[in-house]
């Protein structure tokens, strides 16, 4: 059984992702599932986790873009939704967009449903309804009824991502909604989602990545995301400079293009902010609750698609300034107190790597070491993804990923070694921080960090360079907790290159760090 279960890559209970791989299973959950599924059939379901691991295997591709086979199931369930629909694609930025729809929409008293992908640690988190993550129970009833939707008349396969996305579309459009926010899997023109008309498009940021599926450049990519456009209906395009073939698509359909920077913009000083678009302008706004710079540019978003669709879902100027005053969404530079501070931020692209960069830089305080626990995809761009982060970080811990398509942490390792000048050499260790010492070493704020040498002469000190050390783990949880061992109680510890990687080490709890001397 063990054997059967690996080799098929069950994805086990709440912790499955969307790309077709095991993650987050022990052995004992594999023989288990495995077992169930050779003695039960889809009619004798009676837990999430059942159908979860049955839907893995209906298809034999784990990602199969287009949109035949989600509408012809679709139809047969006579899927429709009674409300209006804004759906959001952009390569960065999906989750917080949609977190921030959803915040402004609930204080404008709106009853909402949210369908978004992937999920941290529980599949449940992927739907939301008027804010709260829905039961794992509660979907049994949409996931038998996709079933029975695909097997009336000739049988259509599904992948996993097809099949439970209907089945969180059927629960969003029987849940008595008022507006429904879907989030895009990938890419937009053939992901399942687009079988819904938005009544509003947000196009976030368009960046490369995933690039066997959606083309290889910016221009390649716009061009999938601009699929989820309808004519007459308005798109927001939140990205600064967003590919040609975004605009391009807009207008040959007719859609009602809403660019940043020409019909909407925003500005601000250190204390708050202001945006302005068509017909409505907000003055005085603090600042989003999610962190980070490029949170002003998602916000922008979201607040045009209000303007954009107020004949329908009109909000209030208080609703906004709370709505966003009260977002949250975890993994999003989410700031962790505590001694040494932890910080979890799912970024796993050059795009978002380069603004999680940003967010460090612009924390202001002063961290003797920063240490980087880093997980991620072989196929991601990793090159660039290290260049970018490297000057800022100070001890790495590189780690195994549970998921076949994750880079192993020694290819990681050798990969930041061939680009980190100051690494230090393989297998050695850091020396133990000794009083004083530790005291005069500078932090790591994107200059190199120096150690000062006096001459026996008491004369100009010498600098050097501070070598920068490595290790490699097999899980994130055990990198984490070697992070805390060597972490001071004034350092910072940043877990990021993936969702996997944060949602291995939240998936009983955030963490809370106290350094050793506070027991």
């Known amino acids: ?115 978004t992908s992937p999920h941290l640690v529980h599949f449940e988190e992927r739907c939301r309804v008027h804010g709260e993550i829905v039961a794992a129970d509660a979907l049994l009833p949409h996931f038998a009824a996709v079933q029975a939707a695909r097997l009336d008349g000739e049988e259509v396969l599904l992948t996993y991502f097809e099949f439970t996305t209907l089945a969180i579309l059927r629960l969003l459009s029987l849940a008595g909604l008022d507006v429904i926010i879907l989030e895009v899997g990938l890419g937009g023109r053939l992901d399942a989602t687009n079988i819904i008309d938005a009544d509003c498009a947000i196009i976030t940021s368009v960046d490369v990545d995933h690039t066997a599926f959606l083309g290889p450049d910016r221009e390649s990519i716009g061009r999938e995301k601009a699929g989820i456009m309808r004519a007459g209906h308005p798109v927001v395009v939140s990205d600064p400079m967003p590919p040609q073939s975004v605009l391009e698509h807009a207008r040959a359909i007719g859609a009602d293009l809403w660019r940043f920077g020409e019909d909407f913009n925003y500005s601000g000083d250190q204390q708050q902010w202001a945006w302005a678009g068509r017909g409505r302008r907000y003055a005085g706004l603090s600042y989003p609750a999610l962190r980070g710079a490029n949170q ?35 993994g999003r530079f989410q700031v962790l107190p505590g ?67 994750a880079a192993k942490a020694r290819d990681l390792e050798q990969q930041w070694r061939a680009l980190e000048p100051l690494a230090a050499p393989e297998g050695a260790q850091p020396p133990a921080p000794q009083g004083a010492e530790r005291d005069g070493e500078a932090t790591a704020s994107g200059n190199v960090r120096l150690t000062v040498h006096r001459s026996k002469s008491g004369a100009q000190p010498e600098q050097a360079p501070q070598l920068k050390y490595s290790s490699t ?3 994130p949880e055990r990198a984490l907790q070697a992070a805390m061992a060597a972490a001071g109680a004034a350092d910072r510890i940043v877990v990021f290159g993936s969702f996997y990687t944060v949602g291995e080490v939240v998936k009983d709890g955030p963490p809370r760090l106290h350094a050793k001397h506070l027991g």
Not at 88 to 93: D, F, K, M, Q
Request: hydrophobic share 50%; net charge negative; proline share 5%.
């Open 296 to 330: 002003l540019v998602n916000a922008a978003g979201v607040l045009a698609a209000f303007e954009a669709l107020r004949d329908k879902v009109p909000v209030t100027a208080q609703a906004v300034r709370t709505g966003l005053a009260m977002v949250e969404l975890p």
């Open 473 to 475: 783990f097999d899980c």
């Open 339 to 405: 001694e040494p501070v932890l910080i979890l931020d799912v970024a796993h692209n050059p795009h978002s790597v380069a603004a999680l960069a940003a967010n460090l830089q612009a924390m202001g305080q002063t961290f003797p070491v920063t240490h980087a626990v880093f997980g991620a995809m072989a196929d991601k761009d990793l090159a660039p993804m290290l260049e970018m982060i490297s000057p800022l970080m100070d001890r790495w811990y590189f780690t195994d990923l549970p998921i076949e398509r």
């Open 1 to 115: 059984a063990i054997g059967n279960a690996v080799h098929m890559n069950l994805r086990v209970g709440s912790h499955a992702r969307h790309d077709g791989m095991l993650c987050c299973a022990t052995i004992a959950g594999l023989m288990q599932t495995s077992d169930s599924l050779l003695s039960t059939t889809p009619s004798t379901f009676t837990t999430l986790a059942q159908w979860l691991a049955y839907c893995e295997h209906i298809h034999p591709a784990n990602i199969a873009l287009g949109l035949e086979r989600v509408q012809t199931v679709a139809q047969r369930m006579q899927l429709r939704m009674p409300c209006p629909v804004i759906t959001v694609a952009g390569t960065n930025g999906k989750g917080s967009t949609c977190a921030m729809l959803e915040a402004v929409a609930l204080q404008a008293g709106y009853r909402t449903g949210v369908y």
